[in-house]
């Protein structure tokens, strides 16, 4: 999309928690002078599924890997990590994180998320990067069930300067999705944000709510939503993999927005995204500012990841 500027030293910053982890594991697998071999290559392959890269994508990488050296591409444990770098920056095509935005009328982005995955602060993010850059932004409180997240978003709302249709406590989500999609056209808004509950103990009901939501901006506002976001916490490692599958039954989700990298040393759970369940990272926040969001660059990433 060209609108976010964090540089390849910022993300490496706030992967640290990561990087360190990632770093030191990897050390203590390829020391000095170690010859490359199967109990090499067992220990490697451990390595890189504890620290969440995911199990298919770490057996590819050693599958990869022991051919490599088979045919001499690779002669030392010193090629190693180049190795895995490269290979894990190809699995990533650009068309997968494109943002798609309408070509005419607003830009609809429908954001889903649990509760407590920092789903409205990600919102507010968003909001406030498109509003930089002379985007007329509008944010929708769809989750009225939590009347503290109507609230939430009505402070984000008036910090960076968009406007927010909401009702009271209780009302219909749908309604409220109603509403903005009509106050999106009137006003000319280019881009239309919609929070949505996120209770996982009333899981048939969420998800029904989360598809009526999406139906009724489809019908409001036709070949929309352009975006079905979800909101995963990254420090919960493996367990946004479960969330990020309930999900998808209930709505076409087409990117993750992963919160909280900058938090965690679970950063790898990228890539086992990627791998498990094919949806694109679009979108990573890396602390409690509203600026602090960045697109995902794979080539970026794996270089903060490995240092």
Request: hydrophobic share 45%; charged share 25%.
């Amino acid at each position: 999309m060209g609108i976010f500027s964090k540089t390849a030293g910022y993300l490496k910053e706030r992967l640290g928690k990561t990087r360190d982890k990632i770093s030191t594991s990897l050390s203590s697998v390829i020391s000095l002078g170690r010859r490359i071999d199967e109990a090499l290559l067992d220990e490697l392959e451990e390595t890189l599924i504890s620290d969440d890269i995911g199990v298919e994508t770490t057996e590819k990488l050693i599958s990869e890997l022991r051919e490599a050296y088979r045919s001499r591409q690779i002669a030392t444990t010193d090629d190693i990590i180049p190795f895995l770098k490269e290979h894990m920056k190809s699995y990533w095509p650009d068309r997968d994180r494109e943002v798609h935005l309408a070509e005419a009328g607003p830009t609809v982005i429908l954001v889903a998320g649990v509760n407590g995955t920092g789903k409205t602060t990600s919102i507010a993010k968003l909001a406030h990067i498109f509003n930089q850059n002379g985007k007329k932004v509008i944010v929708a409180a769809c989750d009225t069930f939590r009347a503290a997240a109507v609230e939430q978003l009505s402070i984000w709302a008036e910090r960076i300067g968009v406007q927010i249709v909401k009702h009271h406590a209780g009302s219909d989500p749908a309604a409220v999705a109603f509403d903005a999609c009509g106050a999106a056209l009137a006003r000319k808004a280019d881009i239309l944000i919609l929070d949505t509950a996120g209770r996982l103990h009333t899981k048939k009901d969420l998800m029904q709510q989360l598809t009526k939501i999406r139906d009724v901006v489809a019908r409001q506002i036709p070949g929309t939503p352009n975006e079905v976001l979800l909101v995963l916490d990254a420090t919960t490692g493996q367990n946004a993999i479960v969330q990020a599958q309930m999900f998808t039954e209930a709505i076409n989700v087409t990117g993750i927005f992963l919160a909280k990298l900058d938090g965690t040393a679970r950063g790898g759970i990228v890539i086992a995204i990627k791998d498990q369940l094919d949806i694109p990272v679009k979108f990573v926040g890396l602390g409690e500012k509203p600026e602090d969001i960045a697109e995902f660059d794979p080539t970026k990433f794996v270089e903060a990841l490995f240092g």
